[in-house]
Nanobody, 120 residues
Framework: QVQLVESGGGLVQPGGSLRLSCAAS????????MGWYCQAPGKQRELVAK???????NYADSVKGRFTISRDNAKNTAYLQMNSLEPEDTAVYYC??????????????WGQGTQVTVSS
Protein backbone atom coordinates (compact mmCIF):
# COMPACT_ATOMS: atom_id res chain seq x y z
CA GLN A 1 0.00 0.00 0.00
CA VAL A 2 3.00 2.25 0.55
CA GLN A 3 4.97 2.79 -2.65
CA LEU A 4 8.46 4.20 -3.10
CA VAL A 5 9.68 5.58 -6.41
CA GLU A 6 13.41 6.15 -6.82
CA SER A 7 15.13 8.22 -9.46
CA GLY A 8 18.37 10.02 -10.20
CA GLY A 9 20.85 7.23 -10.78
CA GLY A 10 23.14 7.08 -13.77
CA LEU A 11 26.69 7.04 -15.07
CA VAL A 12 29.11 9.72 -13.93
CA GLN A 13 32.85 10.27 -14.01
CA PRO A 14 34.95 10.23 -10.86
CA GLY A 15 34.56 13.53 -9.05
CA GLY A 16 31.10 14.08 -10.46
CA SER A 17 27.77 14.43 -8.70
CA LEU A 18 24.34 12.84 -8.66
CA ARG A 19 21.18 13.54 -6.72
CA LEU A 20 18.92 10.63 -5.87
CA SER A 21 15.27 11.07 -5.00
CA CYS A 22 12.83 8.80 -3.21
CA ALA A 23 9.16 9.70 -3.14
CA ALA A 24 6.81 7.82 -0.84
CA SER A 25 3.09 7.64 -1.44
CA UNK A 26 0.08 5.69 -0.25
CA UNK A 27 -1.52 5.18 3.13
CA UNK A 28 1.03 6.93 5.30
CA UNK A 29 0.22 8.34 8.70
CA UNK A 30 3.76 9.42 9.44
CA UNK A 31 7.35 8.67 8.48
CA UNK A 32 9.95 8.23 11.19
CA UNK A 33 13.08 7.40 9.19
CA MET A 34 14.13 7.64 5.56
CA GLY A 35 17.41 6.18 4.46
CA TRP A 36 19.61 5.11 1.58
CA TYR A 37 21.42 1.79 1.32
CA CYS A 38 23.78 0.49 -1.31
CA GLN A 39 24.58 -2.97 -2.59
CA ALA A 40 27.51 -3.74 -4.83
CA PRO A 41 27.86 -7.08 -6.67
CA GLY A 42 28.79 -9.83 -4.25
CA LYS A 43 28.41 -7.55 -1.25
CA GLN A 44 25.91 -7.15 1.56
CA ARG A 45 23.45 -4.30 1.48
CA GLU A 46 24.70 -1.60 3.80
CA LEU A 47 23.65 1.77 5.14
CA VAL A 48 24.76 4.89 3.30
CA ALA A 49 22.79 7.54 5.15
CA LYS A 50 19.55 8.03 7.03
CA UNK A 51 17.53 10.91 8.40
CA UNK A 52 14.84 10.94 11.07
CA UNK A 53 11.67 12.98 11.10
CA UNK A 54 13.40 15.37 13.48
CA UNK A 55 16.29 15.93 11.10
CA UNK A 56 18.92 13.81 12.82
CA UNK A 57 21.31 12.21 10.30
CA ASN A 58 23.70 9.31 10.23
CA TYR A 59 26.28 8.47 7.55
CA ALA A 60 28.57 5.63 6.68
CA ASP A 61 32.18 6.60 7.30
CA SER A 62 33.01 6.15 3.63
CA VAL A 63 30.63 8.92 2.52
CA LYS A 64 31.00 11.48 5.29
CA GLY A 65 31.81 14.87 3.86
CA ARG A 66 30.77 13.83 0.35
CA PHE A 67 27.10 12.81 0.59
CA THR A 68 24.22 14.71 2.13
CA ILE A 69 20.81 13.27 2.95
CA SER A 70 17.78 15.51 3.26
CA ARG A 71 14.02 15.20 3.28
CA ASP A 72 10.96 17.20 2.42
CA ASN A 73 8.37 16.14 4.95
CA ALA A 74 5.53 17.84 3.11
CA LYS A 75 6.29 15.80 -0.02
CA ASN A 76 7.32 12.59 1.77
CA THR A 77 10.48 12.67 -0.29
CA ALA A 78 14.09 11.96 0.61
CA TYR A 79 17.15 13.05 -1.33
CA LEU A 80 20.75 11.95 -1.43
CA GLN A 81 23.15 14.52 -2.82
CA MET A 82 26.25 12.64 -3.90
CA ASN A 83 29.36 14.73 -4.54
CA SER A 84 32.97 13.81 -5.26
CA LEU A 85 31.87 10.41 -6.45
CA GLU A 86 34.43 7.63 -6.53
CA PRO A 87 34.48 4.32 -8.44
CA GLU A 88 33.99 2.57 -5.09
CA ASP A 89 30.57 4.23 -4.84
CA THR A 90 29.34 2.12 -7.77
CA ALA A 91 26.35 0.12 -6.57
CA VAL A 92 22.60 -0.18 -6.65
CA TYR A 93 21.12 2.33 -4.22
CA TYR A 94 17.91 1.49 -2.39
CA CYS A 95 15.62 3.83 -0.55
CA UNK A 96 14.19 2.63 2.75
CA UNK A 97 11.27 4.24 4.54
CA UNK A 98 9.97 3.40 8.00
CA UNK A 99 6.92 4.83 9.64
CA UNK A 100 3.31 4.32 10.53
CA UNK A 101 0.32 3.48 8.35
CA UNK A 102 -1.84 4.36 11.34
CA UNK A 103 -1.23 4.48 15.09
CA UNK A 104 -0.14 1.00 16.12
CA UNK A 105 0.59 -0.21 12.58
CA UNK A 106 4.19 0.34 11.50
CA UNK A 107 5.75 -0.28 8.10
CA UNK A 108 9.17 -0.77 6.56
CA UNK A 109 9.39 -0.51 2.77
CA TRP A 110 12.15 -0.60 0.17
CA GLY A 111 12.35 1.12 -3.18
CA GLN A 112 13.12 -0.67 -6.42
CA GLY A 113 16.74 0.46 -6.50
CA THR A 114 18.60 2.78 -8.84
CA GLN A 115 21.98 2.06 -10.40
CA VAL A 116 24.88 4.42 -9.76
CA THR A 117 27.99 3.83 -11.83
CA VAL A 118 31.14 5.89 -11.37
CA SER A 119 33.67 5.27 -14.12
CA SER A 120 35.99 7.04 -16.52
Amino acid sequence: QVQLVESGGGLVQPGGSLRLSCAASGSIFSISVMGWYCQAPGKQRELVAKVTSGGSTNYADSVKGRFTISRDNAKNTAYLQMNSLEPEDTAVYYCNVQGWIRPGRDFNFWGQGTQVTVSS
